[in-house]
Structure formats: structure tokens, C-alpha cells
């Protein structure tokens, strides 16, 4: 029988990630300060503790999932406070670098072995295990755990040392940012032009100019409905911000993704923070007069 797997975050990458790891067999145990995701998740087959430090106590294997680096180094310190054999711990947040050194700082006082493992994919894509890892750190636990993340992902990949996972996943979110005002500018145009939506969709799809994000999300603004949200506007800020710091301290030019920030901005501004961001195009038909 596999291993128990604790997660702490039962969000919407981080509840459809139990879910997956429920069908493919494994025990999953889990907690959420959000009582009704608990309720929610423990009708999907997890096993709810009221903490991380409970799940310490059962799982070998734990993978965080968390919102904010606040809540993630206060989840690596009860953890390391718990007082347990050594844990596997998999952070799968997207949080800055010096975070998540933090966090594998925190946890390696205590005898545990963590892995900074961001993920690529939206929360959708998550639900269909249609997830890429960008794994780092001690590549014999990373070896060891490929049969878990087959149960919720497509791909997983060693990028070496740790920290490196979080430089791999900055570039992809750049991108990201990107494309997803791309496909909205893209869109609006053929509105503005007259062009059924869902034609506009359909032809992007089947050419040159498609990409995995215009796939994703041209749909949803071809519908104006940004609801359910696979990533929140409020939550991609604090994943622009990351980037654009990292950037920074790089010396790195992004003058695509500093043209793409007035608009999430605006977003933000005109009450989209808890749509998905694909609500990018309503900005940007505001702006045509549509």
C-alpha cells in the first residue's frame, strides 16, 4: 500500500491534486483552514486533521500548497516543531526564492528533506492531471516520489539544486502573463472586427498562433464568464510580483510582461480580483467600447 501523504492547502490546486491522489490509491489526509473545503474534500475521501502538525504525526510525505509565504513558513515551522522522524516535504507553492529558502531552511533544522516543487498548470488543468513539476533538491527523494506525482500530474522533471524548480516556474508565469493578455488582445480585435467569438476561438485553436493559454482561456472570454476561476486575478498579482522581483535583482529586461501589468491592474481596479484571469479581456473590451 502507498504511503500516507499529508496536504496542507485544499485550494483549487491543491484540493484537485488530493482528489487525483484519492483515485490513483493513495491515503490522502489533509487540512485547509477553510472549514467548507475540509467538508468538501473529506466527502472526496480525504482524511481532515486540524493541522499540520497532526498530519506530520501520520504522513511520511507532505506537500504544501499555500496561498502565501506567511502561511507557508508558518506551516515548515509546525512541522519542524512537531517533533517527528524525518518528513518528506514537497513545496509546491509559487512563492519568491528567498521564501522558499526559508521554508528548506526551517525544515532542514529539524532532520527534514524538502523539495521546491512549483507547478505548471491552472487549476483546471489540475482536475485532469494535466500538471508539469519542476522539481528540485535532493534528487533521490525526487526519484522516490515520481510513482505520487504520476498520481496527479503528466510530467514531472529534476532541475537540479534546490531553488531551481522556482526559477523554471518564474519563466513559465512570465510567459503565462503574457500569452493571457495576448489571447484577450487577440479576441477583442476579432469581436471589435465583427467576428463571431466562437469562431475566433475555433480558427486561433487550429492555427499557427494558438498557444496552451489562448486555449485555455479564449473559451472563457468568448463567454465573458470568468467563473469558476482556475487562477484567481488576486493570487496571479502576487505570482506577477515574484517574477518581476526576481527580474529585478537579476538585471533582466520584461518589458512584455511590464506591459502586461496596467491591465491585470485594471482588472483588480473593476472588480475582477476573484475571477479568473482570463477576465483580462474585459479590460480590453472596456478600452474597444464594446
Known amino acids: 500500500m502507498p504511503d500516507k501523504v499529508g496536504i496542507v492547502g485544499l485550494g483549487i490546486m491543491g484540493g484537485a491534486i488530493a482528489r487525483n491522489l484519492v483515485t490513483a490509491g493513495w491515503p490522502v489526509l489533509g487540512h485547509d483552514i477553510d472549514t467548507k473545503r475540509c467538508t468538501e474534500l473529506h466527502e472526496s475521501g480525504v482524511t481532515i486533521h486540524p493541522d499540520a502538525a ?151 485553436t487550429a492555427g499557427a498562433g494558438t498557444s496552451r493559454v489562448f486555449e485555455l482561456r479564449a473559451p472563457m472570454m468568448a463567454a465573458r464568464h470568468y467563473q469558476p476561476a482556475s487562477m484567481r486575478m488576486e493570487i496571479w498579482q502576487k505570482d506577477m510580483a515574484i517574477i518581476s522581483q526576481f527580474a529585478a535583482q537579476l538585471g533582466c529586461p520584461t518589458p512584455l510582461l511590464s506591459a502586461t501589468m496596467p491591465i491585470y491592474a485594471s482588472a483588480m481596479a473593476t472588480g475582477h480580483a476573484a475571477d479568473d484571469t482570463a477576465a483580462a479581456y474585459a479590460v480590453l473590451e472596456r478600452m474597444a467600447g464594446l
Request: proline share 4%.
Open 54 to 204: 497532526a498530519l506530520a504525526r501520520e504522513a511520511p510525505i507532505l506537500l504544501l500548497s499555500l496561498p502565501s509565504p506567511a502561511a507557508a513558513l508558518a506551516t515548515a515551522q509546525t512541522i519542524a516543531a512537531a517533533g517527528v522522524a524525518r518528513r518528506v516535504v514537497i513545496e509546491a507553492s509559487t512563492l519568491a526564492l528567498n521564501d522558499k529558502l526559508a521554508i528548506e531552511t526551517a525544515l532542514r533544522s529539524a532532520g527534514h528533506v524538502a523539495l521546491d516543487c512549483p507547478i505548471s498548470g491552472t487549476g483546471a488543468q489540475a482536475v485532469t492531471k494535466d500538471l508539469v513539476i519542476y522539481a528540485s533538491g535532493d534528487s533521490q527523494s525526487i526519484e522516490a516520489l515520481r510513482p505520487l506525482f504520476a498520481g496527479f500530474s503528466r510530467a514531472v522533471h529534476d532541475v537540479g539544486g534546490f531553488g531551481n524548480g522556482s526559477r523554471m516556474k518564474f519563466v513559465a508565469n512570465l510567459l503565462v502573463a503574457i500569452h493571457n493578455v495576448a489571447s484577450a488582445e487577440a479576441m477583442v480585435l476579432g469581436v471589435k472586427s465583427g467576428l463571431d467569438p466562437r469562431q475566433v476561438v475555433e480558427l486561433v
